[in-house]
């Protein structure tokens, strides 16, 4: 037993460590991708084409002063962005390996509870602030995960009902021959979108909104605590990934095409950002809970019946 905790402990590390140096990498992207975008180089000095560029973005930005607000709530104003990225981290436990690691059966339930959990830290990394941007931008940010999770755990039921587990393992079983998006190709784009709101990104960052609330709810953060924000911003985006890719990709663990699928997928994300501007806050709402929960009811109702005319038909 000990011996399994300890080979557990050492995996989960390994993994912890590889996610965070593709975080990395991923800002390095989405620089050099912009760039290309907007017909410039994007960072190509520091190392061969720019590639210890991310390395330098750490160091500069945690050996810079570490500033907190006057009449802020100190306590809670520090460890509000350390527990954000605990949690984005601790979201990655979740993730299958056909090793020795923590592959338990409710991992869709887990990640949904910790999904959840990450909204109190950036409303109360907001609120301690004490800045009325900040506070601004952490309501909208809460409003909108709180919106979207709706709709992305009705998603996440279509899909679970034709696998009729809670593992994300048993996704890679049911995929053998045909992926879900060819089978549930509308709900799949809709998963991505839900997945863009959840992440606050582009076209939905709202709680970032530099014209309006200069830098949303991180606006009096500095250092580390701004990086630590940053850092499980990016490591949800690859997490959502990860998922998009195990839900109606196939999600073939030990193959390679399953890495260049979750490229691509990550890669999406920085496309849209290059490309779409930002949306109008109340049509953001109104997309969530008028066009995105009837529809994500109504196919979560044809794929219950599908399951159950599969059923009648084995029986």
Do not use: H
């Amino acid at each position: 037993m000990l011996k399994d905790l300890i080979l557990s402990i050492i995996s989960s590390l390994i993994l912890l460590v590889c996610v965070l140096i593709s975080v990395a990498f991923l800002t390095l992207l989405e620089r050099k991708v912009l760039g290309y975008i907007q017909i410039r180089k994007g960072p190509n000095k520091v190392g061969l084409m720019g590639f210890i560029q991310p390395f330098s973005d750490a160091i500069k930005l945690f050996t810079k002063e570490q500033t907190y607000p006057f009449m802020s709530n100190l306590n809670l104003y520090y460890i509000s962005p350390i527990m954000n990225f605990i949690l984005s981290l601790f979201l990655w436990m979740s993730m299958p390996f056909l090793t020795i690691n923590l592959n338990f059966n409710l991992s869709f339930l887990f990640f949904l509870c910790i999904s959840s959990l990450s909204v109190y830290t950036i409303m109360l990394a907001g609120w301690s602030s004490n800045s009325n941007y900040s506070m601004l931008g952490s309501l909208r940010s809460v409003a909108q995960t709180i919106s979207y999770e709706v709709s992305l755990a009705l998603i996440l039921i279509s899909f679970l009902f034709l696998i009729l587990s809670l593992s994300i393992l048993d996704l890679i079983y049911y995929q053998k021959f045909i992926w879900f998006m060819f089978f549930m190709f509308p709900i799949s784009f809709m998963w991505l979108i839900s997945s863009l709101a959840e992440t606050n990104r582009t076209p939905f960052d709202f709680a970032e909104g530099e014209s309006e609330l200069v830098s949303g709810f991180n606006v009096e953060y500095s250092s580390g605590g701004f990086a630590m924000i940053f850092l499980a911003e990016y490591s949800s985006i690859l997490f959502m990934s990860m998922l998009s890719c195990m839900l109606f990709m196939g999600g073939n663990l030990i193959s390679w095409s399953f890495f260049i699928k979750l490229t691509f997928i990550s890669f999406f994300w920085i496309w849209v950002r290059g490309t779409l501007p930002r949306f109008r806050y109340d049509k953001l709402m109104y997309l969530a809970w008028k066009s995105f929960l009837p529809v994500s009811l109504n196919y979560f109702l044809f794929y219950m019946g599908v399951k159950m005319f599969i059923f009648t038909l084995l029986i």
